[in-house]
């Protein structure tokens, strides 16, 4: 008797990724990303039943890696909102043009299906919801994380022709700005 072959699911994350990349989200279909993994539909299908499976497996995977990457930024003492979204805006600055494209695409694959897309509102509701209980004490640091989740969307979704140095300048602006409004206490 033979073993049934295993399918390595971030293989075909990674494929998926690719897909995204190559075609900015145009050509990302299930045939494409097991040509890409370099398996057979069903085996892709086996692994994840559906592409919207799919696409919440691989924006899962992206908002742990960026999660870690936030949390790495963080003291060891108690957080406050302020540093919350400073770790968070240099763990933006860190990422390079490719994670950014596609965590905006997984991001938007998924605006249809809400309920796969609530580790990501999780996230942003933590984030947020010390901001918008003390809207005047934290107006300029609210500011400046809309800023840079706006220009991530609208670069990353290619609604506005952003180059990676003005992207790579409002995200510096809003840290700063953050940085200042953190050391002053508000």
Do not use: W
């Given at each position: 008797?033979?073993?049934?072959?295993?399918?390595?699911p971030?293989r075909?994350?990674?494929a998926?990724?690719a897909?995204?990349?190559?075609?900015?989200?145009?050509s990302f279909?299930?045939?494409?990303?097991?040509?890409?993994?370099?398996?057979s539909?069903?085996?892709l299908?086996?692994?994840?039943?559906?592409k919207?499976?799919?696409v919440?497996?691989?924006?899962?995977?992206?908002?742990?890696?960026?999660l870690?990457?936030?949390?790495?930024r963080l003291?060891s003492?108690?957080?406050?909102?302020?540093?919350?979204?400073?770790?968070?805006?240099?763990?933006?600055l860190?990422?390079?043009?490719?994670?950014t494209?596609?965590?905006?695409?997984l991001t938007?694959?998924?605006?249809?299906a809400?309920?796969?897309?609530?580790?990501?509102?999780?996230?942003?509701?933590?984030?947020?919801?010390?901001l918008?209980?003390?809207?005047?004490?934290?107006?300029?640091?609210l500011g400046?994380?809309?800023?840079?989740?706006?220009?991530?969307?609208?670069?990353?979704l290619?609604?506005?022709?952003?180059s990676?140095k003005?992207?790579?300048?409002?995200?510096?602006?809003?840290?700063?700005?953050?940085?200042?409004?953190?050391?002053?206490?508000?």
């Open positions: 008797m033979t073993r049934k072959k295993e399918i390595d971030d075909i994350l990674d998926a990724e897909v995204i990349l190559e075609s900015g989200g145009r279909t299930l045939d494409a990303v097991a040509h890409r993994a370099g398996i539909k069903g085996g299908v086996y692994t994840f039943a559906t919207d499976d799919l919440c497996a691989a924006l899962t995977r992206e908002t742990a890696r960026f870690a990457a936030v949390e790495r003291p003492a108690v957080v406050g909102p302020f540093d919350m979204v400073l770790a968070h805006i240099e763990a933006a860190d990422n390079d043009d490719a994670s494209r596609t965590a905006a695409f938007t694959a998924l605006v249809h809400p309920e796969m897309m609530e580790p990501a509102r999780a996230y942003y509701r933590t984030l947020l919801k010390p918008l209980s003390k809207p005047s004490e934290s107006q300029g640091v400046a994380l809309l800023a840079v989740e706006g220009v991530f969307l609208l670069r990353g290619g609604l506005a022709e952003v990676a003005e992207f790579r300048s409002v995200l510096l602006h809003a840290r700063d700005t953050v940085a200042a409004l953190a050391a002053t206490g508000g």
